[in-house]
């Protein structure tokens, strides 16, 4: 069974380095990233020493790609049988910790302050809520994936 991130205009390149030091505990199989999330090698080949600072060498032992659009990564993997699962809090999500893994899945993970769009919305077969009891609507995306992950993955 492989699992799957697809961060979608993250701003951070420290949040997308810690997404990258979890996704390797987690055994997370390939990174796609999209929009305008940073990548860990810029465009002239360099690394992105904010990455690798918080990644701490993860950015090279977790498999990741760059599609500018989402919707190409999404529409393959559900070809493949891929179950999309995203991680938001929107009026038809369910509780993170009902669902249940039981193959291939791709978290898909949303801008900072925006979250995921509802077009990319409507490509989940899963919506994911992790529930707040503070006065905070969300907790930070890389803190969100862990806690997702972690929690969906039986880690």
């Known amino acids: ?15 997308v380095g810690s997404i990258f030091r979890t996704a390797d505990a987690c055994g997370i199989s390939k ?5 305008y999330t940073p990548t860990p090698i810029d465009r002239f080949g360099r690394e992105v020493s904010a990455i690798t600072k918080v990644a701490l060498g993860a950015e090279k032992h977790v498999a990741w790609e760059y599609f500018s659009q989402p919707e190409e990564i999404i ?11 995203g991680i938001e809090q929107v009026k038809n999500s369910v509780d ?11 978290f898909i993970l949303g801008n900072e ?4 769009s ?17 006065q905070k609507e969300s907790l930070n ?11 969906m993955l039986d880690l």
């Open 75 to 85: 529409e393959k993997l559900q070809k493949e049988g891929i179950t999309i699962i």
């Open 1 to 15: 069974m492989k699992t799957f991130l697809i961060l979608h205009n993250i701003r951070s390149t420290y949040n």
């Open 118 to 134: 509802e077009s990319l919305l409507k490509q989940c077969d899963i919506i994911a809520e992790i529930p707040m009891q503070g």
């Open 141 to 151: 995306v890389s803190v969100a994936t862990g806690v997702a992950l972690f929690r």
């Open 31 to 35: 990174i796609f990233l999209t929009g």
């Open 96 to 106: 993170y910790k009902k669902v249940k893994i039981k193959n291939s899945t791709a």
């Open 113 to 116: 302050v925006e979250g995921i």
